[in-house]
């Protein structure tokens, strides 16, 4: 997830004008992230990445939400979602 938030900090950086946009006068990103385990297929991968952008969104938008592992755990499935607000 640090890259994903690094990605975001340099667009955020940028302050590229978005002068149509009701919600901010400059671009933002909201990505959702889903950890591929050995039982995903790429459809079952890329459904959760969706729903978890959705969510990023619906958070008020210029958020990163991303599936994590509990500390400590070895499992190769996902377990939990953390969403991360920035701003």
């Known amino acids: 997830s640090q890259h994903l938030l690094q990605l975001q900090e340099n667009l955020r950086q940028l302050?590229?004008?978005?002068?149509?946009s009701p919600t901010s006068s400059?671009?933002?990103?909201?990505?959702?992230?889903?950890?591929?385990?050995?039982?995903d297929t790429q459809?079952?991968?890329i459904l959760r990445a969706d729903e978890l952008l959705y969510q990023?969104?619906?958070q008020g938008r210029d958020c990163v939400c991303v599936?994590?592992?509990?500390?400590?755990?070895?499992?190769?499935?996902?377990?939990?979602?953390?969403?991360?607000?920035?701003?």
Do not use: C, F, W, Y
Not at 15 to 20: E, F
Not at 74 to 81: D, F, G, K, M, Q
């Open 15 to 20: 302050r590229l004008p978005h002068t149509t």
């Open 26 to 39: 400059h671009i933002t990103v909201s990505m959702g992230a889903a950890l591929i385990g050995p039982q």
């Open 43 to 45: 459809d079952s991968a």
């Open 56 to 58: 990023a969104k619906s």
């Open 67 to 87: 599936e994590a592992l509990p500390a400590g755990s070895n499992l190769p499935a996902v377990v939990h979602r953390e969403v991360l607000p920035l701003g």
